[in-house]
Each structure stands twice: as structure tokens, then as C-alpha cells.
């Protein structure tokens, strides 16, 4: 990241490139000409034969000599103007040399911010170790560079989330679909429970689509209700028998009523995560296990691998932590025996 505490501001730049040189001109100039002065006085005195008894000479000066002093005022001047034309010269040029070094380090500088700009543009990381000409410079290269890091922040979480969009949304309308299958192939009568479980899934899509807009980086809104959590948790799980069935996963739930204070909609998405990968991630012959009570909920699938750190968790499971850590629950993922057991522990 580009560090500002080294760097000079423009101003002191300005300072060091055109007034000292000016400065330096000016110093010049009364030197040259205090050393003229004397000079050409000292000369004067001399052809004069004027000494140490200057003041004992006569006040009245003769012609000639009066021709000499306007001599001497007339070569001084010359010689001043030629020092003056000298030490502005130099100063000048000076001057332009510094000048443009000065524009040379600025148009690098903003070069370098240019170049910065069009490697954001291509999804690059940019590299702003060299922008350090001046405090101001190097100033907005460190706010471009923290608008890079967030827009690479969001889009990396944008990535994400379209990769995670699929299974959240293809899960429930898969089940919408084997059920409106069975439906109009007679295998099952039309009920209400049916529909209900249909609109469940449904409910579930809609939420997934309304939250896309997180993917910017906007806070989740979280409300506070008092619920029943095995309720909701077993109402989730009916829309998933179907799921199960289909892909030859046997199940075993214990629902037990238990009433918390949280987000309903949110533990509703949570229980719909938690059951999606338990139907993703079990091949079939395995076992699902749910249960609920007083202390939490326990989600259990037979998986041969290892459960993700927390580090590699994808956007459903980064959902779910989130929404443990707002409301104050515990939520872990463990390997036990062949079975991966997420479970959510209430507060007390």
C-alpha cells in the first residue's frame, strides 16, 4: 500500500523547485554587487592616489577627477548589469531544469495512477509502490488502492454467490418440480399439505433472489420474533422428504417444540441451507438425521470427506454462521465417525 508519511506536499515541492532558485538569484546578485562596489572603489582610489588620508583631501574635486567618478558609476553599472544578467540566467535555468523534473515526476506519477486504473479495470491487482512523489499523490493512490481492494472484495463475493445461487435455488425447484410431476401423473392426489410444502420452496426461492443484492456488500437486516423452532425446522424438512426419496437417502427426525427469539425468516433460510447440503453432499444409501430440542439443533448426512474450516465455508454456510453470530448461538461442523453433524446451540 502506498505510505504518505515520507512524502512531501506539492507546496514544499513548489519551494524546493522555483523559490529557492529565485532565492538563490537574489543572493547572487547582492553579492556580485557588494563585490563590485568595492572592487571598482578600491581601484578608483588607488588611481587617485586616495588612502588612508581620504578625508584629509580637499572637498572640491577637479574636473578630471569628477570624469573618473562618473567613469567608475558607469563601468559599476555595467558590471552590476552584467552580474544581474549572470546570476538571472543562472537562477533561470536553474529553474527550468527543476521545473521539469518537477513535470516529469508528476506526469510519472500520474502515469503510474493511470496505469493502476486500467489493471482495476481488467480485474488486476494494481501496484502503487512507486506513486510516492508527494503527500497529495500518494494520498489518493492509497484511496484508490482501498476502492480496488473493495470493488475485488465484491466481486469476489459476487462470484460466490452465483456459484452458491444454484444449488439454493435449484434444490427447491426440484422438489416443486418431482411434486408437480407426481401431481399430474396421478401418483399423488392433490392436498393441501402439498401445496403448502410447494410454497415453502417457493418462499425459500424468493428470499434467495431478494438478498442477491448483499452481494454489494450490504449488511443483512435482521428482525426479532419469538418462534418455534422445531416447528419451523420440521416444516422445512417435510418440503425435503421428496428430495430424500428421490435419491434413495433414508431419514431419522426428532422434532421436539422449542421457543426462541430470532430472525423467522432468516432460521428458516438457515434450516433450508442446512438441509440443501445435507441432500447435496449424501450419496444415496446414506442417512440423514434431524433432530431439535431445548439446547439446539442437530443436522447429521453420512459424508465420506471432511467438513470445511471455517476459512473455505461457501456462502450458504457463511449465511448460517453469520446468522448464529448476530443472535448469539454457537454453530459448529464436526466429523464423527462417517457422518458430518452441523449443529446450532442456543443461547441460554
Do not use: W
Not at 588612508?52 to 567613469?71: A, H, M, T, V
Not at 482495476?120 to 481492494?149: C, G, H, R
Not at 425447484?173 to 392426489?189: N, Y
Amino acid at each position: 500500500m502506498a505510505t504518505r508519511s515520507k512524502n512531501q506536499k506539492l507546496s514544499t515541492k513548489f519551494i524546493l523547485y522555483v523559490i529557492i532558485p529565485v532565492a538563490i538569484m537574489g543572493i547572487i546578485m547582492a553579492f556580485a554587487e557588494q563585490r563590485i562596489f568595492e572592487n571598482r572603489f578600491e581601484n578608483f582610489a588607488r588611481a587617485q592616489f586616495i588612502g588612508r588620508n581620504f578625508y584629509g583631501i580637499s572637498p572640491y574635486f577637479s574636473e578630471q577627477r569628477l570624469k573618473n567618478i562618473d567613469n567608475v558609476k558607469n563601468m559599476t553599472m555595467v558590471e552590476i548589469l552584467v552580474s544581474f544578467v549572470f546570476a538571472f540566467g543562472t537562477s533561470l535555468a536553474i529553474s527550468i531544469i527543476l521545473a521539469e523534473l518537477f513535470q516529469n515526476k508528476i506526469s510519472q506519477s500520474l502515469k503510474e495512477l493511470s496505469d493502476a486504473i486500467e489493471k482495476i479495470q481488467s480485474n488486476e491487482k494494481p501496484d502503487f509502490s512507486n506513486v510516492t512523489f508527494s503527500y497529495e499523490i500518494s494520498d489518493l493512490a492509497k484511496k484508490i488502492e482501498m476502492l480496488s481492494e473493495k470493488l475485488s472484495e465484491r466481486s469476489m463475493a459476487r462470484k460466490a454467490m452465483t456459484s452458491s445461487v444454484y444449488h439454493e435455488v435449484m434444490t427447491p425447484l426440484g422438489v416443486v418440480k418431482m411434486e408437480l410431476e407426481a401431481l399430474k401423473d396421478g401418483v399423488i392426489p392433490y392436498e393441501k399439505p402439498l401445496v403448502d410444502k410447494m410454497l415453502i420452496s417457493v418462499d425459500h426461492i424468493s428470499e434467495v433472489l431478494k438478498d442477491l443484492k448483499n452481494i454489494e456488500g450490504e449488511e443483512l437486516a435482521y428482525s426479532n420474533e419469538i418462534f418455534d423452532a422445531g416447528e419451523k425446522t420440521e416444516e422445512i424438512f417435510k418440503s425435503f422428504m421428496a428430495v430424500f426419496e428421490s435419491r434413495n437417502i433414508t431419514f431419522a427426525t426428532q422434532f421436539e417444540n422449542v421457543q426462541i427469539s430470532a430472525d423467522k425468516k432468516r432460521f428458516k433460510q438457515v434450516i433450508f441451507n442446512l438441509l440443501s447440503n445435507a441432500a447435496k453432499y449424501t450419496l444415496p444409501g446414506g442417512m440423514v438425521r434431524v433432530k431439535t430440542g431445548r439446547e439446539g439443533i442437530e443436522i447429521s448426512n453420512t459424508f465420506k470427506g471432511n467438513p470445511p474450516e471455517k476459512s473455505d465455508y461457501g456462502t450458504g454456510l457463511k449465511f448460517v454462521s453469520n446468522f448464529c453470530e448476530h443472535h448469539g448461538f454457537e454453530f459448529s461442523i464436526k466429523k464423527v465417525d462417517e457422518n458430518v453433524v452441523v449443529s446450532i446451540k442456543f443461547k441460554n
